[in-house]
């Protein structure tokens, strides 16, 4: 099983102008233990469930873009992209280039979007969830032909688009990796069956998760698709004085659900100091699940 983090809360002690520094660090350390991936938030203003709205929040892809500057190995991606939040030939575009700067480690995470408070803030159309979810199908498959041979237009409902023209194009082949966030069983798991190469869960459980993965299994059965090729991942949450041992107990029985990669979200207080305690007390006994 792999190892990624979520980088979620940018209030470090210290300040604003230990923000980039405090994200360095832990990247640089995460990138030299063996963890697979870091992610970052992809909203404008902190959720209200975590923390206040005021509290600091960077643009997702600016931090994508640092990140790959400072680190070698790490597989860098937003858990996830709000669909809302850009035009998806834009979308398209940025990831392109993060693939590229990255030297081909860049993924794509996307999800339907849901923090209606920032989207009226900053003045950013926030549709109903049918249409959200209709306009997410349409993102990916933009982004899958802007990434592909075909230069021509695209004309859906919500987005039309006279050339997808994407250059340079990505360095991975066939395009970077594309993973959905979230659970709902009728139209987020059909996306994933349909257009994805992984899917994030959430760690409600080992039973919940089967689950889950069932329903998933279903939906690449009706659409013809072998579930071995998409990748089950779970997003777990550790408080900063975890149990390394009763963790580990926990992430073996989601591994023999078929789970390849835990996400551990980190906490503000010391973010490269619990990167180094997963490194040296979590991956080596976690890697040989």
Not at 30 to 48: K, P, R, V, W
Not at 68 to 96: C, N
Not at 192 to 209: I, K, R, T, W
Request: with cysteine; aromatic share 8%.
């Amino acid at each position: 099983m792999r190892l990624a983090v979520h980088y979620w809360n940018f209030s470090t002690p210290g300040g604003t102008e230990r923000i980039a520094p405090t994200l360095r660090r832990t990247a640089e350390i995460a990138d030299a233990g063996g963890i697979s991936a870091m992610t970052l938030m992809d909203h404008y203003f902190q959720m209200e469930a975590r923390g206040r709205a005021e509290e600091p929040m960077l643009e997702g892809y600016t931090g994508l873009g640092y990140l790959a500057g400072v680190t070698d190995r790490l597989r860098l991606g937003l858990l996830v992209t709000g669909v809302t939040y850009r035009h998806p030939g834009l979308l398209a575009k940025i990831v392109a280039s993060l693939d590229v700067l990255s030297e081909g480690r860049a993924f794509l995470g996307i999800g339907a979007a849901w923090y209606e408070r920032e989207h009226l803030a900053l003045g950013v159309p926030y549709p109903p969830l049918t249409e959200r979810f209709e306009r997410l199908e349409e993102t990916l498959q933009i982004c899958r032909q802007m990434w592909s041979d075909d230069d021509g237009p695209y004309d859906g409902r919500y987005f039309h688009l006279a050339e997808t023209l994407c250059s340079p194009r990505p360095l991975q082949t066939p395009r970077p990796p594309i993973l959905i966030g979230g659970s709902g069983e009728r139209k987020t798991l059909r996306l994933v069956a349909q257009y994805a190469d992984a899917c994030n869960l959430f760690d409600a459980g080992p039973e919940e998760v089967a689950r889950k993965i069932e329903v998933l299994r279903g939906h690449c059965a009706d659409v013809g698709r072998d579930p071995a090729g998409i990748d089950v991942t779970l997003t777990a949450a550790l408080e900063p004085d975890f149990d390394a041992d009763a963790f580990l107990e926990s992430m073996r029985a989601y591994a023999a659900l078929g789970v390849v990669q835990v996400s551990v979200s980190l906490p503000p207080q010391d973010p490269p100091a619990f990167v180094q305690r997963l490194c040296d007390d979590v991956l080596p006994e976690l890697a040989r699940f």
